[in-house]
């Protein structure tokens, strides 16, 4: 009944905020990135060889953007936006002032986050098959039989939503611990690039990009079969104690 409580806090507060509005706004931006490559060079894009499926294609171009890129700049930025929100004038003094526990202000951003990167996964999910109808209208002789996979389409997103948890507990940590939201940004940022690295030295996603946690959602789209079965129990487990860690450090910390 607390956790519903600062859950239902959390909501309102980003309402009218660029977070909420970020949940539409990555996906689509994804989505509109890989229309325009797709509509300029159709078969260079999405039909290689004779054989080509288009719409795997387009569903892998859409996610290498998404898993490689998007997904870990959208959680830097979301859990370093929704923390700013109680940066900003100190409001930590009022909150903790509270007859309500520490832990549940930490969970709930948590939740509320995990929630929004859900709710984008299902956008891209919605504007990839638009997407496939599009481009089925702009050349014929793409063959999208509509709607498309679209259980194939949910069941990969939800994988790398699932994989991005890791990172999203640490990015979490990083903008509650430090108030200056470049910090935060700044961490992500970094993992960004050296997941760029490691995936670059690491050739078709094996190696150290299966344990770094801005790596693990691309492994859904590896060219390698990967074990995301696997991946996933590690990511989850790691990411629960790495909340659990980062939720101690929150309840203990003294705020001036």
């Known amino acids: ?41 159709p078969f260079t894009t ?59 202000l930490y969970v709930a951003k948590i939740l509320v986050v995990m929630a929004m990167a859900a709710v984008s996964a299902l956008v891209l999910v919605g504007c990839l098959v638009l997407e496939g109808a599009v481009l089925r209208w702009y050349d014929p002789e793409l063959q999208f039989a509509f709607p498309g996979p679209v259980d194939r389409m949910m069941l990969q997103a939800g994988q790398m939503t699932a994989l991005g948890f890791l990172a999203l507990v640490v990015q979490h940590w990083v903008s509650l611990r430090w108030r200056s939201f470049s910090v935060a940004v700044g961490v992500g940022a970094v993992a960004i690039v050296s997941s760029f690295a490691m995936l670059l030295s690491a050739g078709p996603y094996g190696g150290w990009p299966q344990y770094f946690p801005w790596s693990l959602p691309v492994l859904v789209v590896a060219r390698q079969p990967q074990n995301i079965a696997a991946a996933l129990w590690m990511c989850g487990i790691a990411g629960i104690v790495a909340a659990i860690a980062g939720c101690i450090d929150f309840c203990k910390r003294e705020i001036t």
């Not at 004779?50 to 998007?70: C, H, K, S, Y």
């Not at 870990?72 to 526990?101: C, E, M």
Request: aromatic share 8%; glycine share 4%; net charge positive.
């Open 46 to 104: 999405l039909r290689r060889n004779p054989g080509t499926d288009e719409w795997r294609a387009l569903i892998r171009v859409n996610l290498q953007f998404w898993g490689l890129l998007m997904l870990p700049l959208y959680l830097t930025l979301q859990t370093a936006l929704i923390a700013g929100l109680d940066h900003s004038d100190n409001q930590w003094k009022a909150l903790f002032a509270r007859p309500v526990p520490r832990w549940t």
């Open 1 to 41: 009944m607390i956790l519903a409580r600062a859950l239902a806090a959390e909501v309102l507060k980003i309402r009218r905020t660029i977070a909420l509005r970020m949940v539409v706004l990555a996906p689509v931006a994804v989505v509109l990135l890989t229309l325009f490559m797709a509509s300029q060079a």
